[in-house]
């Protein structure tokens, strides 16, 4: 069993920056894969970045890349999300999740998800 409490969202302003935790709970941390999703109204949950178990492997989906970084340190059962250049589009609930196996990118692979954290950007 894994819990997550996602922090760190808020308003800022399109060009700004927000970065994202997410703690989880449980002795087995590093050995899960983590993925930040988004979803925003009326719009599916996607998958925006995940990191490998060990942090060696990493996804981005087109539209965050050169933007976002996704890491994790394991010794603090913690994961991040940093977000640089933010635009409005990226308004959205963003969700941290666990996986046990290897980097997943599909929102149906994860087994345990946060409650969300609102980011909002406004133009």
């Known amino acids: 069993q894994v819990q997550l409490v996602e922090s760190g969202g808020g308003l800022v302003q399109a060009g700004g920056s927000l970065r994202l935790s997410c703690s989880a709970s449980g002795r087995t941390f590093s050995s899960y894969a983590m993925g930040w999703f988004r979803q925003s109204p009326g719009k599916e949950r996607e998958c925006v970045a995940a990191?490998?178990?060990?942090?060696?492997?990493?996804y981005y989906t087109d539209s965050v890349k050169g933007r976002f970084t996704i890491s994790r340190d394991n010794a603090k059962n913690t994961v991040y999300l940093q977000m640089n250049s933010l635009k409005p589009e990226d308004t959205a609930v963003y969700y941290c999740?666990?996986?046990?196996?290897?980097?997943?990118?599909?929102?149906?692979?994860?087994?345990?998800w946060g409650q969300g954290t609102q980011v909002t950007v406004s133009s």
């Open positions: 999740a666990a996986h046990p196996y290897a980097i997943a990118t599909m929102k149906g692979e994860y087994d345990y």
């Open positions: 990191i490998s178990s060990s942090g060696g492997s990493t």
